[in-house]
């Protein structure tokens, strides 16, 4: 059977693991089904999975992405929560992204450039929402030093960042979607997550690569401010 993969020429200039990072791409059937559907990234099939299995993203839920870019999870996440209003005699949803930088319109998402980290965050958020969110999730990944230990310890404060301003703007009952990395220092964060929420669960979606640490932690039955301490 003639071999369809497609091999990547090196080329002057870049570096091995560039080009293999590049042919891999090019083989991915979920960047090929990406390209296909309509999709900013393959991350859109996790959100997908995630989705299917927990059932979080309903009509009429109001919805906070968090590090948005390039808008693949709010492309799944507009239809499914009924961000436009088309699926008549069911609740119309709400979406808010947020990213360091402009992302391209996505009909249905209401996108906003903002640091999460910054003082009064959660109070933007909640303005632009219009109250309290059902949903938090992030597909965030730190900027990569190379160093797998310290890529590590970076993903996670990163995520649990995003467990605090998911603490602040959450509603009762609500659900809380991370992505973090496999490595050991991740038991502070389920700790905090088994806290404040009823159940936590963790996930590793087909559409994540196999040679990837990275898994995806859904909280799910937010207890609530009272449950902090």
């Known amino acids: 059977m003639r071999d369809l993969r497609v091999k990547v020429k090196s080329a002057r200039g870049r570096k091995l693991s560039s080009t293999l990072w590049l042919e891999r791409q090019l083989n991915d059937p979920y960047v090929q089904r990406a390209k296909k559907e309509g999709y900013r990234g393959r991350a859109a099939f996790k959100i997908m999975e995630l989705d299917d299995k927990y059932r979080f ?28 209003g088309e699926k008549s005699g069911k ?5 808010i992204g947020l990213d360091l930088q402009e992302v391209e319109p996505i009909a249905g998402a209401e996108l906003h450039v ?4 910054e003082d009064g965050a959660d109070d933007k958020v909640k303005a ?29 404060a990163l995520c649990e960042a995003a467990a605090y301003l998911a603490f602040d703007v959450l509603a009762p009952g609500g659900t809380f ?6 490595g050991g220092a991740e038991g502070e964060l389920q700790k905090l997550l088994k806290q404040r929420f009823a159940k936590v669960a963790n996930v590793k ?16 039955g937010f207890k609530g401010r009272e449950a902090e301490g």
């Open 91 to 95: 609740a119309q949803g709400r979406i």
């Open 128 to 156: 632009w929402l219009g109250g309290e969110a059902d949903v938090v999730m992030s597909d965030m990944a730190a900027a990569s030093s190379g160093h797998k230990q310290t890529d590590h310890l970076r993903i996670i």
């Open 114 to 117: 903002l640091d999460f980290l």
């Open 205 to 220: 979606p087909g559409a994540s690569r196999s040679d990837s640490s990275e898994k995806f932690v859904v909280a799910t």
């Open 177 to 182: 979607v991370a992505k973090v990395l496999a």
């Open 57 to 84: 993203l309903v009509p009429g839920a109001r919805v906070v992405d968090l590090g948005c870019a390039p808008g693949g999870w709010c492309q799944v996440a507009v239809p499914r929560i009924n961000a436009l």
